[in-house]
T-cell receptor, first 109, second 114 residues
C-alpha cells in the first residue's frame, strides 16, 4: 500500500505570496495527480505527471521520481486560490488512486 | 457536455434504509470510479469500471455496497441497510483511459445517515 503524505496540512498566506505544497509517497508510482477541492466537494484535476515539471498559468507542479516527492507551486497567489489541494498517486498495475489528506490553503487579501 | 453529473446532491436517510446514488460520466469516457470522502480526509477508492465491467473493488466495499454500470454509461451505487458510519461524500469520477488522461470528478452526493 502506498502511503501519501502532504505538508503542510494548513497554510495561510497573504495575497501575492509564493506558495509551495509538498507531497511524498512511499512506493514507486506510474503517475501523480494534483487536485483542487473547493467547499461543497467539487474536485478539479490540476495536473497529472509522471516525470519532470508541468506549468499551467500560475500553477507549477514538479515531481522527483527518485526521491518520491512532488511539489505544487502557486505564484502570485490570489484569494480565489483558497481551496484544499490534494495529491493522489497511481501505483503500477493498479487502477485506484491513493490520496493524501490534503492541504487547506487560505489566501488573505 | 457539462461534465460528470451526480444525483442526488444530498441524501438524508434513517439508519437501516437503502439508498441509491447515480453517476453520469462524460459521455465518451470508458472508465468510471467511485470514491468516498469523510470530513478532513482525502477520498478513498471504492470501485472502478471499464465500460460495463467492474474490474476492481476495495475492501471498503462491504457486502452492503453494490455498484453497477449496466450499459457502460451511467453507474449506480447502492448501500443497503445504511449505518451511521456510511455518512460521507460519495464521489464519482470518469476518464477516457487510465494512464494518460485526467480524471474528471462530479460534485458528489453527501449522505447523512441519522
Amino acid at each position: 500500500k502506498n502511503e501519501v503524505e502532504q505538508s503542510p496540512q494548513n497554510l495561510t498566506a497573504q495575497e501575492g505570496e509564493f506558495i509551495t505544497i509538498n507531497c511524498s509517497y512511499s512506493v514507486g508510482i506510474s503517475a501523480l495527480h494534483w487536485l483542487q477541492q473547493h467547499p461543497g466537494g467539487g474536485i478539479v484535476s490540476l495536473f497529472m505527471l509522471s516525470s519532470g515539471k508541468k506549468k499551467h498559468g500560475r500553477l507549477i507542479a514538479t515531481i522527483n521520481i527518485q526521491e518520491k516527492h512532488s511539489s505544487l507551486h502557486i505564484t502570485a497567489s490570489h484569494p480565489r486560490d483558497s481551496a484544499v489541494y490534494i495529491c493522489a498517486v497511481r501505483n503500477f498495475g493498479n487502477e485506484k488512486l491513493t490520496f493524501g489528506t490534503g492541504t487547506r490553503l487560505t489566501i488573505i487579501p | 457536455d457539462t461534465g460528470v453529473s451526480q444525483n442526488p446532491r444530498h441524501k438524508i436517510t434513517k439508519r437501516g434504509q437503502n439508498v441509491t446514488f447515480r453517476c453520469d460520466p462524460i459521455s465518451e469516457h470508458n472508465r468510471l470510479y467511485w470514491y468516498r470522502q469523510t470530513l478532513g480526509q482525502g477520498p478513498e477508492f471504492l470501485t472502478y469500471f471499464q465500460n460495463e465491467a467492474q474490474l476492481e473493488k476495495s475492501r471498503l466495499l462491504s457486502d452492503r455496497f453494490s455498484a453497477e454500470r449496466p450499459k457502460g454509461s451511467f453507474s449506480t451505487l447502492e448501500i443497503q441497510r445504511t449505518e451511521q458510519g456510511d455518512s460521507a461524500m460519495y464521489l464519482c469520477a470518469s476518464s477516457l483511459d487510465a494512464g494518460r488522461w485526467k480524471l474528471f470528478f462530479g460534485s458528489g452526493t453527501q449522505l447523512s445517515v441519522l
